[in-house]
């Protein structure tokens, strides 16, 4: 018997990937209640009885996967010293080639650093756009850097410099009572000083009644347990404006929480960052990490940390050793991909703030294909992360904790095909940590597999939904909390079998 193959290619967080899907008539396929695939692969969300849907994830990761990530020229190549430390040469390097103009792509060009042990006993800064940092293989027999000596430390710092500045005289404030997750357009009050290709804040203030209805102002306390305060709550979610009809505006990206008039609804305005860099990339390189014990606290900690930046990657790179993560992306760490990457055999203690292997604290990022070992909280958010955002294809072996948000109200991550033998959990973390409490809201687990999962609804605010998942329900750690939207629970036959590539390739197709 012969079964229909369907043969695409399309961009995938920047990168070009052909997807094959066979479909066996004995497996009957079935397509969730909140989001329907249909024969043309045009997609249809449907709205809960507050008309809040499943967002959109698809515009995330390198230029929200439009653009494939580029092959930049080499500028400069270098060798390993033979005896002793090499962080010399490379950040000469890295300001030589940082001096150059950039291209009319905004590329200035790669450092390639050839096969072998490069020692690094501090941190390397690439602190201007369009530098890229490439090896020759991330294998033990490719390009080797090396965290020597002691010292908790990033080996690679990405970083530009300033922060979001509002433009004064253009906050606009919503007129709708309410926008329900998953709406890309809303009537403002007025749209005056405002235009499509504007870069605006979608605004969300915190309040006080917010935190009471949500309990997070009674969280049951012990040594350091902090209350949620309104102040702290306050969230930005960076956004263009499409298209104006009227005072109704258009955005690229959804919202990922209701923004509600009775928690005072929300606002728009323009704004500008100066000093953000951009097209930075780090790819082909081993980063290994020195260490005493199997619980040194002294020694390598982040193989890469990247904030301030936009429109930058990681690929094809491996960490060992190190005590915290592989990747770690700041608050202000936007439209990144990591990609086809390794966090393998974490040395710490095993307990808080250790073995994050992949975190991301900023919005529109993309993390897909990704392995890791030994790690605590393998594929995670922080506190107040804005999406959307997407891990997506990834495994974990061997954990010590959770994958999923990890504290204080993370809005719009979707969780795609994710692999652990440990658990996944969206919850009420109570009074862990300094008092995390709820962990997120709008958060998706798409047919993923775990040993156990709990995924609860906040009290309002929002969902969260397990579709399609492959384990154990459990209530988590504070029985009694709402129950999330679950559907499909240990059916394998779920359509899409991703969320992510179904809607991505809705899109590409729509635009095409």
Known sequence: MKFPILKNTFLVGGLALSLLAFRLPEQPLWNSRHVTVHKDGTIQY?????????????????????????????????????????????????????????????????????????????????????????????GSNGTRLVAA??????????????????????????????????????????????????????????????????????????????????????????????????????????????????????????????????????????????????????????????????????????????????????KDAKQITVTDSKCLDAKSVITGGRRYSFNNDGQLNLFMNLTATEGRHDYVTGARVNGPNVFYNCTATRTHADIGPHHRWASGTLYDNIVTDGDINIQDRGNWGSGHGWSGVTQVLWNCTARKAAVQNPWVSGKNYAIGLQGEKYEGRLPGKPDGEWEGLNDKNIQPKSLYLAQLQARQKKLN
Request: hydrophobic share 35%; net charge neutral.
């Open 46 to 138: 449907i709205p809960d009885a507050d008309g809040n849907t499943i967002p959109d994830f698809s515009r995330v990761g390198y230029h929200q996967g439009d653009k494939a990530i580029p092959q930049v020229p080499v500028q400069k190549t270098i060798s390993p010293v033979a005896k002793g430390s090499s962080q010399e040469i490379i950040q000469k390097a890295i300001d030589e080639v940082a001096a150059r103009k950039p291209d009319k792509n905004g590329f200035r060009g790669t450092i390639l650093l050839k096969k072998g042990a490069y020692l690094i006993p501090g941190t390397i800064e690439i602190k201007k756009s369009g530098i890229v940092l490439r090896g020759e293989g991330d």
């Open 149 to 330: 000596g002691k010292g908790q430390r990033t080996l690679i710092n990405i970083a530009g410099t300033g922060s979001i500045r509002e433009v004064q005289g253009t906050r606009r404030k919503i007129a709708d009572s309410k926008v329900p997750a998953g709406a890309t357009s809303f009537q403002l009050q007025s749209v005056a000083g405002l235009k499509a290709g504007d870069n605006i804040i979608l605004y969300r203030p915190g309040t006080q009644n917010w935190i009471s209805d949500l309990k997070m102002d009674q969280i049951v306390a012990r040594e350091g347990t902090k209350q949620w305060q309104p102040e702290e709550y306050n969230l930005q979610f960076e956004r263009v404006i499409t298209r104006i009809e009227g005072n109704r505006i258009f955005i690229d990206n959804p919202v990922v929480m209701p923004m509600e008039e009775k928690y005072r609804g929300g606002e728009v305005y323009k704004y500008t960052f100066e000093g953000r860099i951009t097209e930075v990339g780090v790819e082909n390189i081993l980063f290994e990490s020195e260490y005493a014990s199997d619980t040194d606290e002294d020694h390598g900690w982040n193989a890469i940390s990247i904030n301030k930046v936009e429109n930058c990657w990681v690929r094809n790179v491996t960490s060992r050793y190190f005590g915290y993560s592989c990747v770690n992306a700041g």
